[in-house]
Nanobody
Framework: QVQLVESGGGLVQAGGSLRLSCAAS????????MGWFRQAPGKEREFVAA????????YYADSVKGRFTISRDNAKNTVFLQMDSLKPEDTAVYYC?????????????????WGQGTQVTVSS
């Protein structure tokens, strides 16, 4: 079992920044891929970014590439999502997730463990 707890959401003006954190506990290992997803009201949950716990390889959705940065702190078992140049369309509940995979995956079905989500609201 893996437990994930997100933090760092909030309200920010367009163009501003937020940093989300995801603290992982339980049976984490280098075989996991950690991902961030988001879900806006009335929309499906969508992939944002992912990182391989072991070698740090990353992958981003086109909509956030160049604005968001995913990283991890192995010692603290924590994954971060630095969000810069935020836009109103980034408003959503952001979820951290873990998948037992060797390669980065972007579909929700591949992720076995999920956090409770944290709200990010970007005002125009």
């Amino acid at each position: 079992q893996v437990q994930l707890v997100e933090s760092g959401g909030g309200l920010v003006q367009a163009g501003g920044s937020l940093r989300l954190s995801c603290a992982a506990s339980g049976r984490t290992s280098s075989a996991y891929v950690m991902g961030w997803f988001r879900q806006a009201p009335g929309k499906e949950r969508e992939f944002v970014a992912a990182i391989r716990w072991g070698n740090g390889a990353t992958y981003y959705a086109d909509s956030v590439k160049g604005r968001f940065t995913i990283s991890r702190d192995n010692a603290k078992n924590t994954v971060f999502l630095q969000m810069d140049s935020l836009k109103p369309e980034d408003t959503a509940v952001y979820y951290c997730a873990a998948a037992r995979a060797l390669l980065i995956v972007t579909n929700t079905r591949s992720y076995e463990y999920w956090g409770q989500g944290t709200q990010v609201t970007v005002s125009s």
